[in-house]
């Protein structure tokens, strides 16, 4: 082998350095992250669906507090049920084929069947399979052995988290150089306690590309990269950072982080899969209001209540009442429900959403039973699930265009109230029609066969069909056939121009007949217990709660409650919310477990810090722009990521944030920056993007949503169909958009780096790019080329030795592929290192 082929091969493996799509293993942080997160969610499906299941159905023979064990078997505790009994381990984690437990409650034996005298419903058969083969996920130790009464509200009002805000002193720092803002301070003082000293900044190319992806889920423009770097200071940061804020693609990016927690899809997903023909009216006011910087009060006012607000003009109200349609999107089980279960599971999910999403509470927990963990009896559950219950997200009325209408559409503008439109009458009749544009055609057949009788004798069997004149037997047949054809021609018009569709939104309205719910024992439906007045959380309420309106359902009030600063709700929200913002920006939340502030979830790791964001942005009027602000100016978001062995070894978690937290794109930030570098994003606001052809999402996915990943516009526009995601999503972890997710999983898994080495377009951005490059530079040098390549994809300069080992690269590869016969080997070689660096871990990674 000749030398130049071993430079040349020691020159590709250092180019293969920019081709690997991750490191070889999650950080620590990392993992432990992904492994709280899921342990959360799994003690959570625990809770809601496998404990009351197991209290009602088995703990009479199998549990430590029963009289007798049968079988020597305790299914009260996850020791017992993993030691078993006399048949064996009842439980294999991960594997409910080879479980005792379920081969049991599926009687697939004579000789095993438990229950004995009446078999499980397969729904609670497949929560027991859901839970084994999510590992069998419990509490190692019950709350209630630990803490007295855990479900009482007095009690519980002790939780940290549950506590009313006060005013929080900023620490005193030794280091008075290095802080930039009090959020310095709060994080120093932490630092300087445990003897640990923050790293480095970030370069001024990493920390540009890091706050404008964070601001906007965009690389830096140009222009900012040459300002910054040229006059890296505060004033010029601040600056661009005004400019990020006040750009449509703000609302783009941070709407998304919004749409997650609200479990946003353009179809229902569960049995049914319809599509959501006008969510995308939600989609886009949560993006308006986001980018109006809407203060987060009025944000869940609109969403929880929009229906009912006042409102100065049309124009206000339809926007009201697009907002409101956070309370519809949600997935629903449609066919084959008692209405009486579909009605308390459809509540079930709202309050799980709102409790979830506003004060980072399980409240779904307490459906069957007083909340096992954290101060929820049942009867503040069913105390809200009243107000919900009070309220209508759903209509059945006809076949609108071949697709059963399950979501409750309102017209909009000045005539918003009218529900039987002209349009929805064409389609009510669209059978008719059908039917008689087929007869029609029949007869014009007949006719022009000019059998008289045979017409005589149609017309005494059936005259459907005939125009009047093609009836007449006195005027010539001739005349009578162009009669004939005009009708017809007329009807075949009826069908392929239907009416215009009037604009329509996914709106809840209050129920017919507001009412108070009661109490469903162990959760079912049809087992009633005490009625519950409508009302709210006893542990977050001081004194008597008022009584809420009795000709509405309550949900203003509920609204006003929850961010109420002087309540305890109101504290929690806040501080759920500054939680949530401070996860984005940072790559972490101060509570980590950012969806739950219960018992069962982590306590904060700056306690001080967070009461002091949230106090400041109640200050702020519930500013999400100037909380934003204030975090990526700070010198805490410009630290550098790289490790430091010393503060390792103490924190290698990074709980402290002595360094800033690598973190993996986002499919959406993938893919935009793709078509960012290659000049095609199309950055201007989409309407909807879902193309009807069925009745259902799944019939539509191979041809029109599922794969329609080569649009150009943002991804925050794309289609979101529950259970049928674009694969890009799914390999990069998009939201499960049945539930409400403030933290998406963070995965780092081979699968990722194949579908960028191999995705039609990932590749096509790449030749794109690359034609882009060349077309701006066709006089220029390569070396300039390279430059352009990684300002476009990496957001900085290449070093010497970078620049020198792509352009051997591509001088290497362009020589080879013309001797192949490429007609364009330039073209081709350039694309294939845009390629590259598109996999990298130098693109795919926020340092």
Known sequence: MSTSHHVFSRRIALLCCLVITAECSLSS?????????STTAGIAYFEKHVRPLLVERCYECHSGRSSRTEGG??????????????????IVPGDPESSLLIRAVRHSSPDLQMPPKEKLSEDEIQHLVNWVQLGAPAPEEDPASTVPHPSDPVAGKSHWAFQPLLEVKVPDVRNVDWARSDIDRFVLARLE??????????????????????????PPSPEHLVQYQSQPTTETLSRIVDELLASPQFGQRWGRHWLDLARYADSNGLDENFLFREAWRYRNWVIDAINADMPYDRFLLEQLAGDLLPYESIEQRDRQRIAAGFLVVGPKVLLGV???RQKMDVADEQIETVGR??????????????????PVPARDYYAL????????????????????????????????NVVDDAYETFYRELPNLRAHGEKSKAVLDLLKQKNEQAIAERLAQDGDGFCDQARDSSIPIDQRIEAQEKYHAAQIEKLTKPP????RAMIPCEADAIHDEAIRKSGKFDRLGDVVPRGFLTVLLDGEPKPLPEKQSGRIELAQWLTNTQTRSGALAARVQANRIWYHVMGRGLVRTVDNFGRTGEAPSHPELLDHLATLMIRENWSLKAMIRHLVLSRTFALSSQSNLTNSAVDPDNALLWRANRRRLDAESLRDAMLQAAGVLEPEPVDSTVAYLGDQATAVGNNAVRRRTDYNFRSVYLPVIRNDLPELFEVFDFANPHFATGARPQTNVPTQGLFLLNDAMVMTAARTTAH?????????SLDRRINRMFELILSKTPDEEERRTIAAFLEQTAYRLNEAGDPEPELTALARACHALFVSSRFLFLE
């Open 29 to 37: 942080a990392l993992r432990a992250q992904e492994a709280g997160d």
């Open 73 to 90: 078997l305790a299914l009260d505790n996850p020791a017992s049920w993993l030691k078993g009994g006399d048949s064996g381990s009842t």
């Open 193 to 218: 306690q445990q003897s640990l000293t923050p790293v480095e900044d970030a370069s001024p190319a990493d920390l540009i590309r890091r706050i404008t992806m964070v601001i906007t889920g965009l």
């Open 338 to 340: 008692n209405p009486d």
């Open 357 to 374: 999403v506003v004060l980072g509470q399980t409240l779904g927990c307490a459906r069957c039973h007083d909340h096992k963990f954290d």
């Open 385 to 416: 699930a009243g107000i919900f219950t009070s309220t209508r997200v759903m209509e059945q009325r006809f076949m609108l265009n071949e697709q059963r209408v399950m979501e409750r559409l309102e017209g909009l503008g000045p005539d918003g």
């Open 500 to 503: 215009g569709i009037p604009p």
């Open 772 to 780: 882009r490059i060349i077309d701006e530079s066709r006089d220029t």
